[in-house]
């Protein structure tokens, strides 16, 4: 069933949804129950936001947070951020609708130990729909101390497939279907960002099409973003790789350490001719 659109809008209004979440530390590693007050060894910290992971034959997964392989202490992605930033990884369950993960008391303790810590910086990278996540979070919170957003691959503006009524269990349809592009235009952010947050987009594309093999690159960098200025850099690797893939360890790892700022009108439609007309043409 497709929720219905007061759903969704809730979780910008509605009291916070409690939902199983958990925060780890993952370089420098530290296992068992995170502390209050993590060490700082860097002046950076880096949390990687996961995205959708479909439980089509064991649903109980999608029901508590899991570690991806990309955000396993020994990842290159992990390995690489660590030369500059303590790494941190998030998980959540895949109940609600990702607007309530964004707005939930889980993610916002997580940030929250962050900034306690003493961080100068606090980057959110998000695949996916975890790049939607980050983004609604720093939205609505701009005092959270997150000084940077970094998106990967991230269906902004709605994926088709998540319109589908099959291939995922019923546990997370909620979760699914506000990835439908009729549910994002109508919860999309205002693009009025706070002038203080560095944002940008990273586009994932394959060859000969224009997308990364799930989710189209005008969704990936919506114009909400461009008109906002948001920058986007171009990787040529598919949605599934996205963090993975060494050309795009490479990307993600200097935008989490160079200063990031906004374009110019000129620069977005430079840029623009590149991503939706030029390559690979």
């Known amino acids: 069933m497709t929720p219905s659109l007061p759903l969704v809008l809730a ?7 409690e939902l199983p979440t958990e925060l780890w530390q993952v370089a420098p590693e530290r296992k068992g129950v995170f ?5 700082r060894t860097k002046d950076r910290a880096v949390l990687l936001i996961p995205g959708l992971k ?14 991806r392989e990309y955000q396993q202490p020994s990842s290159e992605l992990v390995r690489t951020l660590a030369k500059d930033a303590d790494v941190f990884a998030f998980g959540y369950a895949q109940t609600v609708p990702l607007d309530a993960v964004a707005m ?31 983004r609604v ?7 959270s101390g997150v000084t940077k957003v970094i998106t990967v691959a991230s269906p ?28 994002r235009t109508q919860v999309a952010g205002t693009g009025q ?3 203080k947050l560095q944002i940008t987009c990273v586009v994932c594309k394959v060859k ?22 948001v920058p986007a850099v171009l990787v040529q690797t598919d949605h599934w790789h996205a963090m993975l893939a060494p050309q795009s360890v490479k990307v993600i790892s200097e935008l989490a350490k160079e200063k990031l700022t906004r374009w110019t009108p000129e620069e977005v439609e430079k840029a623009r001719k590149v991503l939706f007309r030029d390559f690979d043409k």
Do not use: M
């Open 11 to 17: 979780a910008f209004v509605a009291p916070a949804v």
């Open 54 to 67: 479909i439980h089509p034959f064991r649903p109980s997964y999608a029901t508590k947070p899991e570690l």
């Open 208 to 229: 000969r099409i224009e997308a990364d093999g799930l989710v189209k690159l005008s969704s990936q960098w919506p114009d909400d973003c461009r008109k906002a200025g």
């Open 104 to 134: 939930s008391p889980g993610l916002r303790a997580a940030v929250g130990r962050l900034k306690q810590a003493g961080y100068e910086e606090v980057v959110l990278i998000g695949h996916s729909a975890g790049g939607i996540i980050a």
């Open 156 to 183: 902004h503006a709605g994926a088709e497939l998540a319109s589908l009524k099959v291939g995922y269990p019923r546990v997370q349809a909620p979760f699914v279907e506000s990835l439908a592009p009729s549910i």
């Open 137 to 143: 979070f720093a939205e609505a919170h701009p005092d």
């Open 35 to 39: 502390a209050i007050n993590p060490p």
């Open 193 to 195: 960002f706070d002038e």
